[in-house]
């Protein structure tokens, strides 16, 4: 979610997003920079690979980068690079040998570890970005974009950051350590992208994504120990909305609990869920894993901007690529506006432990029954409303009472939230040894111009519980 700060503690605004209790992880001690004592190292020789070298041929990736022609390679050797790259370059593979101490340090004074800015079909892969005051790994206003086995650990505002870009695969992503998400992906429909594979945690969010969406996956990912998990969703503060079609399946979502991270004000208020969509709609959201958080396991809420700059768009809107909706002039509505999370269909999830509930609707002066959000084949306990799969079934029609168990979200705005931590120095789990790219030496280019992968989702079934 983008750095939008929001008037809350103010009864009439309505930003509703979760905050919940202090529950921490096990793991709290600290570490500067990773290790590669137990794993074993992959092949550095790179023998016969054609490849711009650094620092054999360039003594820093900039300069690499700035000599590269557009399908060429780059290859980093271990060691700790003390760079913002700026890469305007298309189609170029920049690789790491070894993921685990190939390490770009921002030393807290740089912005962003390599920041991919219009440069199409560009991948990043194989590397650990840690200490820079935004981002670890940035592409932005690109068409095709890779980041494949990366490591992002204390960054002050995202790990993994793909804005206003399309035709997107980011796979094998370890993050930590960020206020706002560990992994985002906003402003693009249709996006075209898929997120895969990664593990996101004690982080404001694990997952946000504003204003993103068609064909796009979130899947076969863990989010865990984040304010909260994943975060979709929509705010005319941003272009091309309203959030619409995400698509999250498969994911592993626990304990998004943890009041000791950094955090921004919208992270403090979604604290305690496992899946929020905060005025999303038309979202798909199946076959996940969810349990144990303070609020909500899933959860459908309001979104109510206080200073937009339009109008919610009608739904016969939503269709409208962000291309186009780029050319309409939005007009100051003059007032608040209220996003309902609308049209979501929720299947097939296992949810246990969520203590508000696990499935949550709600919305602040709409009458939930009219939203359009259904619910089938969920094993859960509780909802609110109560027997939410009778009054919402995706293939029959409803009956019951959306008044029983009809859930006031109001007082969210009231609780007392754990207040953020300075990115800088907050407690976070020693850094792992984390998998390597096979063959990282000896593979030959691939910038990102096959992207995304195809995925069988019928394939993608509940993950297990970890031990």
Not at 14 to 28: A, E, P
Not at 88 to 117: A, C, H
Request: hydrophobic share 35%; glycine share 10%.
């Amino acid at each position: 979610m983008r750095r939008k700060l929001i008037a809350a503690a103010v009864a009439a605004s309505v930003f509703i997003v979760g905050c919940g209790g202090d529950r921490k992880s096990s793991t709290t001690t600290t570490a500067a920079t990773p290790t590669s004592d137990s794993m074993p190292a992959p092949d550095t020789t790179g023998a016969e690979l054609a490849a711009l070298r650094v620092p054999g041929d360039y003594p820093t990736i900039q300069a690499a980068v700035d000599a590269a022609k557009p399908g060429e390679l780059i290859l980093i050797a271990p060691g700790t690079y003390h760079e913002a790259v700026q890469v305007s370059t298309d189609q170029l593979t920049i690789r790491g040998l070894d993921r685990n101490t190939v390490v770009l340090d921002g030393k807290f004074d740089l912005d962003n570890g390599i920041r991919i800015l219009g440069a199409k079909g560009v991948a990043v892969e194989n590397m650990t970005a840690m200490n820079f005051t935004k981002n670890g790994f940035f592409w932005t206003g690109v068409d095709g974009y890779r980041g494949s086995y990366l490591t992002t650990y204390r960054t002050g505002d995202y790990g993994v950051y793909a804005f206003d870009s399309v035709n997107g695969q980011i796979d094998h992503i370890y993050a930590a350590g960020s206020p706002d998400a560990g992994v985002y992906i906003g402003e693009c429909y249709p996006c075209n992208a898929v997120l895969s594979d990664t593990v996101s945690e004690h982080n404001g969010l694990g997952y946000s994504g504003t204003n993103s969406g068609g064909n796009l996956l979130i899947i076969n990912s863990t989010f865990r120990f984040n304010r909260a998990g994943i975060v979709p969703n929509s705010g005319s503060y941003e272009l091309c909305y309203p959030e619409r079609e995400t698509t999250i399946i498969g994911n592993l979502v626990y304990s998004n609990n943890q009041g000791d991270t950094p955090a921004i004000d919208v992270a403090l208020l979604a604290m305690g869920n496992g899946i929020i969509v905060p005025g999303g709609v038309l979202n798909d959201i199946e076959n996940n894993l969810v349990y144990d958080h303070d609020k909500g396991g899933i959860s459908l809420v309001p979104f109510l901007e206080d200073d937009p700059n339009d109008s919610v768009p009608a739904p016969e809107k939503w269709s409208m690529t962000c291309a186009e909706s780029k050319q309409v002039r939005p007009v100051d509505p003059g007032g608040a506006i209220l996003w309902d999370s609308m049209q979501n269909t929720v299947k097939g999830n296992v949810l246990e432990n969520n203590r508000g509930a696990d499935i949550l609707v709600a919305s602040v002066g709409t009458d939930t029954s009219t939203l359009g959000n259904c619910f089938a084949g969920n094993t859960f306990t509780t909802s609110l409303p109560k027997n939410i799969e009778m009054l919402a079934p995706c293939d029959a029609t409803g009956t019951g009472d959306w008044a029983d168990g009809a859930y006031d979200i109001l007082p969210w705005l009231t609780e007392v939230h754990p207040p953020s931590v300075d990115w800088k120095t907050s407690s976070l789990p020693a850094l792992e040894l984390q998998e390597n790219m096979p063959d990282a030496a000896t593979a030959p280019a691939r910038p990102a111009t096959d992207v995304p992968m195809t995925v069988d989702l019928a394939a993608i079934t509940v993950p297990k519980k970890p031990a």
